[in-house]
């Protein structure tokens, strides 16, 4: 098996991986569906902000109490009662569809419901594939886990926008909730090895400040959750912008909005194909691959015809899956195993917990002044930040080694790879 697939040689793995693909292809089409359903409903541009930024707001709310209970239960059984949940908010989101009595406020509250969920869900799968593969493979599984949401992402939206011209929104959430049960099925049939040491349980008390102090006692996570965070709150905010380029930009209907995402996850995918054969990520990646992120979001708000915004978004996906990647690696080698489910959720945080500012926000940005410029702050917020951020991190590490006379005592100059602190076994 070719070095970027490398995971997959793991039968335990490759399974978690095949049936999350298609539950993961299953709510890229509900997104989209979501989205267009709440803009026929609305005509809104806030509206579909609020319904964005609602989904990741119990991440915000929440989400270190997320991590504490990945650390303190069984990964597996939270991942069985977590999509069981799912299946129940996407069939309750159908039947609300499909009768006709789909009011905004119900489905804000459904979305909010998701986002509770996948509060306690997300740290328990990101935590649950060390235990797959080992420590060897948690790079390559990282970058993997990735492509999986990209390739959702690309094949996920094209159909969904075909089904809901065709079928409608209803059934489009009807289809999701049957992709969650795959998703049963497959976690029923995987028992990962047991570990050699049980972790102790970590108690409530203090447990989500623990993996805060773990994170601020490691500059180069600061500079790397600070980056990605903000990057991820104030330029990725896609199911907002493309929702509104489609709508009311280029007039091109759901079908339209199905292509963008699917030419945005393209790059996604060749991004993260790329990704994942690097062995170990840097810092220097993740600042690199956030500022040509910013760049190419920039060109495509100024696109100036449909089919060169479509060209444009591509980059803009490979860059984003650069930055991803390279965090998402970055994060899990630098993690000890009795941390890891805090930290991840601190992740988790950081990387979908700011949505419910920046889509409502920028969703506010382009109903005044258009949605070009909507993605263009967005842009802009990224390339700042990171500029900021890669400056004060540099600056930070040059004062250490003056003050220990060199490179030492646990600092690492930026261009460094990711060192063993931290990491169990």
């Not at 509250?109 to 799968?125: I, K, M, S």
């Amino acid at each position: 098996m070719t070095v970027a697939l490398a995971a997959l040689s793991v039968p335990e793995y490759r399974r978690f991986w095949i049936t999350g693909l298609i539950s993961n292809i299953g709510t890229a089409m509900q997104m989209i569906a979501l989205d267009w359903f709440v803009l026929t409903l609305t005509g809104s541009g806030t509206a579909v902000g609020w319904t964005a930024g609602l989904q990741f707001a119990p991440v915000l709310l929440f989400g270190l109490w997320g991590g504490v209970v990945s650390d303190r239960y069984d990964r597996r059984r939270i991942l069985l009662i977590a999509q069981s949940l799912y299946t129940v908010q996407a069939a309750v989101l159908a039947v609300a569809a499909l009768s006709g009595n789909a009011p905004l406020g119900l489905l804000l509250a459904l979305a909010f419901a998701q986002g509770c969920v996948f509060t306690v869900e997300n740290p328990a799968r990101l935590s649950f594939v060390p235990e797959l593969v080992g420590r060897d493979l948690i790079p390559n599984a990282a970058g993997l886990n990735i492509l999986s949401l990209t390739a959702a992402r690309l094949i996920g939206p094209a159909v969904a926008g075909v089904l809901i011209a065709l079928i409608g929104s209803g059934w489009v959430f009807a289809i999701n909730a049957g992709s969650y049960l795959i998703v049963i099925g497959g976690l029923l049939s995987i028992h990962p090895a047991p570990r050699a040491e049980p972790l102790p349980r970590t108690p409530w008390a203090g447990a989500g400040r623990a993996g805060l102090r773990y994170v601020a006692g490691r500059p180069r996570l600061i500079a790397v959750f600070a980056i990605f965070g903000l990057v991820s709150t104030f330029g990725v905010t896609f199911n907002t912008t493309l929702t509104l380029f489609a709508g009311r930009e280029f007039h091109t209907g759901s079908a339209g909005l199905g292509f963008m995402s699917t030419a945005l996850s393209a790059g996604m995918v060749a991004g993260t194909l790329v990704a994942a054969r690097r062995s170990r990520p840097t810092l220097r990646l993740v600042m690199l691959g956030a500022l040509a992120f910013a760049a190419a979001e920039a060109l495509a708000s100024a696109a100036p015809t449909y089919g060169l915004f479509l060209a444009l978004l591509v980059p803009a996906g490979w860059t984003f899956m650069t930055l991803n990647t390279a965090v998402s690696g970055l994060v899990q080698m630098d993690v000890s195993e009795a941390m890891r489910g805090r930290v991840m959720a601190v992740y988790t945080v950081i990387a979908m917990g700011g949505n419910p500012i920046g889509s409502p926000a920028i969703g506010w940005v382009s109903d005044h002044a258009g949605v070009r410029w909507g993605m263009a702050l967005g842009s802009a917020v990224s390339a700042v930040a990171t500029a900021v951020v890669s400056l004060w991190f540099v600056r930070r590490q040059r004062g250490s080694v003056h003050d220990h006379g060199g490179v030492g005592a646990g600092v690492e100059p930026v261009v460094i790879m990711h060192g063993s602190r931290g990491v169990a076994g």
